[in-house]
C-alpha cells in the first residue's frame, strides 16, 4: 500500500527517472537506492522505515531513523522544492553529504580507498581489520569539525546504527562490514539473511 501511494504522491515531485537504475550508479547512490523500495528514484520516510526493518532493524530505531534521514535528507537532495512528505532524492544525494564524516566518499559520491583505510590505520588498535565500540567513538571524534553540530549528530547516528546492527558477539565492527556500506553491498546482504532466516523459522 505504502508504494502505491508514494507513486501517487511523488507523480508531480520528480522529474523522468525511467532508467535511471539501470546507469551506472556512483558508490554513494547504491548506498541510497537500497532504501528506494520501488525503484521511482525517491526515498520516501515509510521506505527508509521498510529498510531498516529489512536490514534487522527494530521498529523504534526504524522510526527515528526514517524520521531524523529524510527530514535532513529531503532539503538538500531537492533543493528549491518543499514536501511534507519529505522524500530524498537518489539522483541528488552526493547534495545530502554532511560535514565531520570520513571522506571515504568524495564530493561526487565515489569511493576513495586511501580514506577508507586511513580509518584502520589510525583507529584499528586491537584489531586491525575492525573497530570496537571505543574506538569507534574516537574515530567519531577525529571526525568533527569545529561548530558543525549537524554533521556530528549525523555522523554519530549513521555509524552507531552501523555498530548496533553490525557488530559481532565480540564486540568488533569488522572492516569488511563497513565497506559493504560504503559500496551499497551489506543492505542487500543483511536483507538475504533476514529473509532466510525467517523462511527456515
Known sequence: MASSS????SSDHHTDRKGFYGGDLTP?????????????????????????????????LSTIASIFI???????????KFSLLFPIDVKNIKKGKHGSDSGVYDTEGRFVPA????????????????????????????????????????????????????????????KDTIRGVYDGSLFEKLEKERASAHKKA
Not at 6 to 9: H, V
Not at 157 to 166: G, I, M, N, P, R
Open 70 to 80: 529524510n527530514f535532513f535528507l529531503s532539503g538538500k537532495t531537492r533543493p528549491g
Open 6 to 9: 508514494s507513486d501517487a504522491l
Open 115 to 174: 580514506h577508507f583505510e586511513e580509518i584502520f590505520h589510525k583507529h584499528a588498535h586491537t584489531n586491525p581489520n575492525g573497530l570496537t565500540s571505543k574506538e569507534l567513538s574516537e574515530m567519531l571524534k577525529s571526525f568533527r569539525v569545529p561548530k558543525d553540530y549537524a554533521g556530528r549528530l549525523g555522523a554519530w547516528t549513521e555509524w552507531k546504527a552501523l555498530y548496533l546492527l553490525c557488530s559481532d558477539k565480540d564486540g568488533f565492527l569488522h
Open 28 to 60: 554513494l547512490q547504491k548506498h541510497a537506492a537500497f532504501f528506494d523500495r520501488n525503484k521511482d528514484g525517491l526515498i520516501y520516510p515509510w521506505e527508509t522505515f521498510q529498510g531498516f526493518r529489512a536490514i534487522g532493524a527494530g521498529i523504534p
